[in-house]
T-cell receptor
């Protein structure tokens, strides 16, 4: 299995631009999570999907952030407009058997907003 | 407010010795705890977990201890190997929820 796939691996953009991060979960997994990692706050859960449906987006910092999961094999996290404080590493993770299944993380997307 | 705290941002240990990584939590509803390991430019990978009904779980060189009264858990690595050098994240979850609350991580360096 290829594991969780994320693209791009690195993204550098200017403040105000739209950024779209992509994730392909492990085939057969029914839960998908988006996390953000910063030095100050560690790994923060942004949003959780179960069977393609957003269950909890309370971790999404602002309306500038949005996430979709149009099908079981693809999800996007969009930031519009981006700001320098959004600079972080964004991870996607997937799991089987709901929330208590072990979460498998992708390699992350390092976002830099200048 | 950090519900899961890893107060040591870094730790250096000599190869062959024991590494002890600590984690404290504040939410008494947490009943499932995990440790994840992260190498540079990779995503975190699951290492070991423990349920609140146990106070110890062992897997090879890795042992996690849980002290519920102190709201404290620790990860012991014995013996430590250079390949163990990574960032270790502690995470906690409450029954009936799906959220893993992660700490900020501890960077372990095992010196050869």
């Amino acid at each position: 299995d290829a594991g969780v796939i994320q693209s791009p691996r690195h993204e550098v953009t200017e403040m105000g631009q739209e950024v779209t991060l992509r994730c392909k979960p492990i085939s057969g997994h029914n839960s998908l999570f988006w996390y953000r990692q910063t030095m100050m706050r560690g790994l923060e859960l942004l949003i959780y999907f179960n069977n393609n449906v957003p269950i909890d987006d309370s971790g999404m910092p602002e309306d500038r952030f949005s996430a979709k999961m149009p099908n079981a094999s693809f999800s996007t996290l969009k930031i519009q407009p981006s700001e320098p404080r959004d600079s972080a590493v964004y991870f996607c993770a997937s799991s089987l058997a709901g929330a208590f299944g072990e979460q498998y993380f992708g390699p992350g997307t390092r976002l830099t907003v200048t | 407010d950090q519900q899961v705290k890893q107060n040591s941002p870094s730790l250096s240990v000599q190869e062959g010795r024991i590494s002890i990584l600590n984690c404290d939590y504040t939410n008494s509803m947490f009943d499932y705890f995990l440790w994840y390991k992260k190498y540079p430019a990779e995503g975190p990978t699951f290492l070991i977990s423990i349920s609140s009904i146990k106070d110890k779980n062992e897997d090879g060189r890795f042992t996690v201890f849980l002290n519920k009264s102190a709201k404290h858990l620790s990860l012991h690595i014995v013996p430590s190997q250079p390949g163990d050098s990574a960032v270790y994240f502690c995470a906690a979850s409450a029954r009936g929820t799906y959220k893993y609350i992660f700490g900020t991580g501890t960077r372990l360096k095992v010196l050869a």
